[in-house]
Structures are given as structure tokens and as C-alpha cells.
């Protein structure tokens, strides 16, 4: 499979614009155009197929169309961001990428060649691709919970569920290049004919600012920068009534915030989201905007429940990692590790198995305890985790961001006595922080390791 079907989509919507840039728009003729400019260019410089190629950038014009033509070729390509910079040469060695193009602030690029194959050659996978001449992609979890892991995938089986023709809107890209979930936005979007909006600054206001100015209609975000935004109150003097929808996805969506949403953006559809940089993004159906329950699978997936944990079976899974050992069983089953209520065909996540706090066999989600925390008069933010305990095995701990100074012992009474007629007492927390910094990652997700 080529990509000429969706080059042939995209011809079809000339003066329509497909990315807007630092608030310049680029149109599909012109997008196009920038295609066959680098079509050219790796010809030129014998980019051949199979070659791994690093492209360094956001969602520029120009590393769209560098995307695009690199997958055309059949290379396999690893997008790098500002936000790995510290773990970049770790990267492009374990991605033996030969090959690095970098863009600067003007959408300019520079071209580095790189000594990438080993002496007794490619990885095994990665030659599996070669051999197959299959585009590829290779991306790195965010080793939250250890080194990072280099997922390989087929671009073939991830392209395939864009052939469907779906609805077309303005996109907001708030996850990054590097992500699946941005890669996901950014292919759908383009091959609906919609239109992409570009953001550096994911910043609510700034945010708030692009919505109101290109008419968003779709903005995909975490929960962490959503209860950002209306803690912000950035939404109230800008025009947002453009919004459609808000899909939300990368961690456990406390219910206070949701509700807060609700609240907020009572016309909006609110969406959960569910995918692994492992298998790619799911289909997914909420029961409701007001429902953390959600329906996850479609065509090609499956799913089973097993000791409260999601596993998932799908075609557009990776073929596997290049630093590690295969995380799916015989039977192509990979524990998500992600744990779950069950009811009927929805699930509801709980979070990730490491993260569930033990406290003398009583589970405790650290999403629940957080939305009950949210709560609280002066809390900007709060995090929960697991602290081990002599007698109990864990506790429950609290870091929290304040709106104004408090006193930690009088804050600490305070919460015991807000949450005594809301949580059961293993689940209040033991000991309680204030933090000095951020509580969330630079892709917006919660830290809940203690620092």
C-alpha cells in the first residue's frame, strides 16, 4: 500500500487550510507542493526505503510534508521533540537512525548523516520492515516507570483506518509529534480534509487564544490540562463557541473534573479516549459526556478483562520493541497493566496497576482520593501515590500545589476533616506535601513518583 490514496484526498481540497502555523495557514495545494519539494529532495539525497530517518520538529509545514514523504518512501521515521532533548543521542542510537533532519524556529532544516546500522546490521524488526518495504515508525514511551522503550510499527497497519472517509474538523494538536496520539490527530485531520492548528505554547490562554482565533472544533487534551484550563479561567473571556468536541486520554480523568467540564461546556461533546504507544490509538465510545465508563475496541480489536486488568489484542499493534523484550503473549495478547472496573461492555479505568495503592489488601485508585481532594478550597492541583508502610505494607500520600500559602499542619487537619463523609478512611491520605513545583509533566500528564 502506497500513499497515493490519500495524496490524491488531500489534492481534492486545494485552497482549504491544512495546517495553521504560528497563525499562518498553509493550504492543501500548498502542503502539496511542499510534498513534492521534499519528495524530490530525498531523491535526490538517496533517501532509500528502509532508511531510518529522525525528523526533529513540531508540526510544522514543513515536517508535516517531511512526514509524509518519508512514509511515500518507505522509510521508517522517528520523530524527536524539544521535550526528549535530554534523552536524544540515547534515542537515535537505539533507533539506529542513520539520518537526522532537524527544523529550526523559521520551519528552516538542516540535514545530519549519521553512522546508524550496526556492524552485523539492522535490528531483526526493523529488517523485517526492510525486507517487507514497509514504511515504519518508531516512538518512545515516556519511561515514567523506567528507561524508555522503542516501539517499532507497521505504517501500513496504522494508516489503514484513515482510508475510512470520517468527519471533518479544525484540530487543535496538543499532543506532541512525538506521541501516537499526536500522530493520530495529525493523520486523521488531514486525511478528513480538516484543518490542523498547530500550538508551541500549550499554555491555557494561549490555547483559549487559538480556539477563539481558527474556530477549533476539536480540542484533544489530558485531564491534567483540563483541570489546568478551568482553574485557569482563560475559557471566560474567549469566544470558544466553536468547540464541538473534547476528547480526553493519557491518564485516569478524575470525576470532579469532569463534571467541572460539564459544567463549563454544557453544549460540548465530551469523549474518553483510549491507546498505547504500543498499539496505537482504539476506537472508543463514553457512555455519556457526564460517564467515565467508556466502550473500547472496533474493528480488528478485542478485548478481555483478567484479575481487573485490560488486555488487548489488535492489528495495528507494533511489531515490538527494539531495547526489550515483546510484551504480547502466543497469542498476540498484551497486558495493558492498566486496571479496570467492568459493566457490560464498558470499562472504567482505575489506572496503571503500579500505581494502585495497597493499604493492608484495600485497593485505593489515586484518581478517586485526587477528585475528592480537588474539592478542597485553596488546592490549584494535587497528586496521590503509594508510600510504603510498615504495618499496612503502603499509605496514601498527598502532594499539592495551593492557591495561596497554608500552613501543612493546618492544611493536613483540614483534609482529614473534609474527607472523613467522603472516603473510606484507608483511602484519606496519611501524610500530606506541599509541593514547589509543578505536579505534571511536560506533556501534561501527572507525576505521581515521589520526588
Not at 524556529?105 to 523485517?128: S, T
Not at 480534509?193 to 487534551?221: F, K, M, Q, Y
Request: aromatic share 8%; net charge neutral; glycine share 8%.
Amino acid at each position: 500500500m502506497s500513499l497515493n490514496w490519500l495524496l490524491e484526498r488531500m489534492a481534492e481540497w486545494h485552497d482549504v487550510p491544512a495546517i495553521v502555523w504560528r497563525d499562518q495557514q498553509t493550504s492543501y495545494d500548498e502542503l502539496l507542493g511542499l510534498i513534492a519539494f521534499w519528495s524530490d529532495r530525498l531523491r535526490q539525497d538517496r533517501v532509500r526505503a528502509g532508511e531510518v530517518v529522525a525528523i526533529e520538529g513540531e508540526y510544522s509545514p514543513s515536517a508535516c510534508a517531511l512526514l509524509l514523504s518519508l512514509i511515500h518512501r518507505g522509510a521508517i521515521i522517528v520523530p524527536i521533540t524539544k521535550v526528549v532533548e535530554a534523552h536524544r543521542e540515547e534515542f537515535l542510537q537505539t533507533a539506529e537512525v542513520e539520518r537526522v533532519i532537524s527544523f529550526d524556529e523559521g520551519d528552516g532544516y538542516l540535514v545530519e548523516r549519521r553512522e546508524g546500522i550496526p556492524r552485523d546490521g539492522h535490528h531483526q524488526l526493523i529488517q523485517r520492515l526492510v525486507e517487507a518495504n514497509a514504511p515504519g515508525l518508531i516512538l518512545f514511551s515516556s519511561g515514567s516507570t523506567g528507561k524508555s522503550k522503542a516501539a517499532l510499527h507497521d505504517f501500513h497497519r496504522l494508516l489503514e483506518k484513515y482510508k475510512i472517509p470520517r468527519q471533518r474538523m479544525t484540530v487543535l494538536t496538543f499532543l506532541l509529534f512525538d506521541h501516537i496520539g499526536g500522530i493520530n490527530t495529525l493523520l486523521y485531520t488531514l486525511s478528513t480534509g480538516g484543518t490542523v492548528v498547530s500550538t508551541e505554547n500549550r499554555d491555557a490562554e494561549e490555547v483559549c487564544r487559538l480556539i477563539e482565533r481558527n474556530r477549533v472544533e476539536l480540542l484533544p487534551a489530558s485531564p491534567t490540562f483540563l483541570n489546568l484550563l478551568l482553574l485557569s479561567g482563560a475559557y471566560n473571556h474567549h469566544d470558544m463557541s466553536s468547540l464541538k468536541l473534547i476528547t480526553y486520554g493519557t491518564e485516569v480523568m478524575p470525576e470532579h473534573t469532569l463534571r467541572r467540564l460539564r459544567e463549563a461546556f454544557p453544549q460540548l461533546r465530551l469523549q474518553q479516549t483510549y491507546g498505547l504507544t504500543e498499539l496505537g490509538i482504539l476506537r472508543s465510545k463514553s457512555k455519556d459526556s457526564q460517564s467515565l465508563w467508556v466502550k473500547v475496541g472496533g474493528e480488528g480489536v478485542e478485548t478481555k478483562v483478567i484479575d481487573g486488568i485490560l488486555w488487548i489484542r489488535t492489528r495495528s499493534a507494533m511489531l515490538g520493541y527494539l531495547n526489550a523484550p515483546s510484551p504480547f503473549d502466543g497469542s498476540g495478547w498484551m497486558n495493558t497493566h492498566d486496571a479496570v472496573e467492568v459493566d457490560g461492555e464498558y470499562v472504567r479505568f482505575l489506572g496503571r496497576k503500579s500505581e494502585i495503592i495497597n493499604v493492608g489488601g484495600n485497593k485505593v485508585s489515586p484518581a478517586e482520593v485526587e477528585s475528592v481532594l480537588m474539592q478542597m478550597t485553596n488546592i490549584r492541583d494535587v497528586t496521590v501515590y503509594g508510600e510504603p508502610n510498615p504495618i499496612t505494607g503502603q499509605m496514601v500520600v498527598t502532594r499539592v500545589n495551593l492557591v495561596e500559602p497554608e500552613d501543612q499542619r493546618e492544611l493536613s487537619k483540614r483534609m482529614r476533616a473534609f474527607c472523613r463523609d467522603k472516603l473510606v478512611r484507608f483511602k484519606i491520605p496519611v501524610k500530606v506535601e506541599i509541593a514547589g513545583q509543578a505536579l505534571f509533566s511536560a506533556r501534561y500528564k501527572k507525576i505521581r513518583q515521589p520526588t
